[in-house]
């Protein structure tokens, strides 16, 4: 299973990867779980203390990794491999927790502009690798957007999960992912929304996101933001968000295997 989760910031995608790579590994698999938005939090969600995260590098940061793979410093616009080997770098580099391996992109300093600088070639080869040839579950958690995706790394992604909540902006967001999405090619887009307080907040995002396929909604908890405040994992916090992603996760094998 490959499951790319996007939104904006706030909206909750990081509690639901980090949710979802609790849930995959509590079943006895593998997982990897990619923090591929600058603004990394995928380790405080996972429950990773403080002072360990701090010395995790993203890999977007380490110079001589992408100088040694792609024979070219980080920055250049010269002649650097386009290929580099990656299959390494999730044993090697990963953080492991509780049968979850954790790997922080980082941002490649150009990588808003598409440049092909040395550090961006590195981690969409990585990615691609995670998505397309790694036998692992794999969930990556990404800005409000796709570009860390490429047209052959996305059609490969089993679950495309776009995160909202309730609001026409946020609404809005998920057409235009929707629609940025199937256009590289994925097959399967989820909506998921979040911070639900009633039945009101439901309709209304049922009745705004269409026909896009809702697979699930998580409720307004204070237990989540008690874990934020702490630093801790959502997953050990609260045990009725755990219940509801179960849900969403159910809904999305179950069509993912009528295909």
Known sequence: MKIAVTGKGGVGKTTLSSILSYL?????????????????????????????????????????????RTGAKPGSSGIFKLNPKV?????????????????IMGKAKAASSGCYCPE??????????????????????MEAGIEHLTRGTAGSVDAFIVVIEPGQRSIQTAGVVRDMAKGLG???????????RGQEDLDFVKKGIGSMELA????????????????????????????????????????????
Do not use: W
């Open 24 to 68: 995959f590994a509590a079943e006895g698999k593998k997982v990897i779980a990619v923090d591929a938005d600058p603004d990394a939090n995928l380790a405080s969600a996972l429950g990773i203390p403080v002072e360990a995260a701090k010395k995790i590098i993203p890999i977007a940061d380490m110079n001589e990794l992408i100088e040694e």
């Open 186 to 196: 994925v097959k399967n887009v989820f909506v998921v929304t979040n911070k639900i």
């Open 120 to 141: 961006n070639v590195l981690l969409r080869t990585l990615l691609k690798h995670l998505v397309v040839q790694r036998n692992e579950v794999v969930i990556v958690d």
């Open 216 to 259: 699930g909604h998580i409720s307004f908890s204070h237990a989540i933001m008690e874990a934020d405040i702490k630093g801790d994992s959502p997953f050990k916090f609260s045990p009725q968000t755990v219940e509801e992603v179960k849900h969403i996760k159910a809904n999305i094998e179950k069509i993912l295997h009528a295909e």
């Open 87 to 103: 299959d390494d770098l999730p044993e090697g580099l990963g953080y492991r927790i509780h049968g979850i391996t954790l790997l």
